[in-house]
């Protein structure tokens, strides 16, 4: 008589008895913020269309949404800064990200941009613009925001290694594409008069900012490029002319920088395929990814050296 085959053993899962209480606040801190922004959304719809009110709680929403990049670009650094980094805070600083720079970037364009065209369309020469149309293009930028977050979380092997900096990503980070539409509209809530077709720019901008999130173009991590090297005296000085600025005129800067970086990445692309390589292209051995076996062969190697 055989004797039945014995069960498997179970594989334990991993338990986290404790976890570090300043970079986790900190990014509890971006997903609050986003949490926030979404509830000023949904007290921005009980108001009347294009009423103070509508455009403050707007405003405040894309303010808020600012703060939460703040405390993304801090939790990193605060956990290194202490020798606390860990999976665990990179797995919930993505999950903070999907909420502040993918759920309500998407849903403020939405409204902002429905707000302000349907009273165009009902005019009768864009009908084309209906609800479920802004729906889909804000579909479009919440797919593209998770897909880069998930695909960042899987390419950047080389973030655990010691000493490693990153300092190019490719496809344009989620804070910087929630930063273009925030900016955008912190813009039109101080100028918007002078320029009326501001939606139009949030309408558009929804799923080309998906697709250049999922996109390859490189992108500089400016972070890590102005705190973590030296800087030239011209570029300290330009650094102290743009923080001038943005403390004179906020929305401006904001509005214009942000803009600006998410039109880097094809540029610098562009620029790379007429001219070849210029000096100041992002190099592609500095970027967030490579060769996974590379990457194990150095992991080894310095797991390998003496302590």
């Known amino acids: ?25 900190v990014t509890l801190g971006n997903v609050l913020a986003g949490l926030l922004a979404i509830s000023y959304l949904v007290d921005a719809w009980g108001k009347p269309v294009g009423s103070p009110e509508q455009e403050h709680l707007w405003a405040k929403a894309a303010w808020v949404i600012f703060i939460g990049m703040v405390c993304d670009a801090l939790d990193g650094r605060v956990a290194r800064l202490t020798g606390t980094a860990s999976a665990f805070g990179a797995e919930l600083d993505s999950l903070a990200d999907v909420v502040t720079f993918g759920v309500a970037p ?38 593209g925001a998770a897909l880069r977050l998930a695909r960042y979380n899987v390419e950047s092997l080389r973030v655990s290694l010691p000493g490693h900096v990153t300092r190019v990503f490719r496809g344009l980070p989620s804070p910087g594409s929630a930063g273009v539409i925030a900016g955008v509209v912190v813009f039109r809530g101080e100028y918007g008069e002078y320029v009326p077709w501001l939606p139009w720019v949030l309408f558009a901008a929804m799923p080309l900012l998906g697709l250049l999130m999922i996109s390859r173009f490189p992108y500089p991590h400016l972070m890590n490029r102005l705190v973590g090297e030296k800087l030239s005296p011209l570029a300290i000085l330009l650094l102290l002319v743009a923080v001038f600025l943005t403390i004179e005129r906020p ?36 970027d967030e990814d490579e060769d996974p076996a590379v990457v194990v062969d150095e992991a080894e190697s310095v797991r390998d050296e003496p302590s």
């Open 1 to 25: 008589m055989q004797p039945f085959p014995r069960a498997p053993r179970r594989l334990r899962r991993p338990r986290i008895l404790a976890i570090q209480a300043l970079p986790t606040l």
């Open 251 to 286: 929305e401006a800067v904001l509005g214009a920088g942000f803009v600006a970086y998410a039109i880097l990445g094809p540029g610098a692309a562009l620029t790379r395929l007429t001219l070849g390589r210029p000096r100041w292209a992002f190099e592609e051995d500095e």
């Open 106 to 143: 998407a849903l403020l364009a939405k409204s902002v941009a429905h707000a302000a065209l349907s009273a165009t369309a009902g005019g009768g020469g864009f009908a084309w613009i209906t609800p479920r149309l802004l729906t889909v293009f804000a579909m479009v930028y919440l797919v």
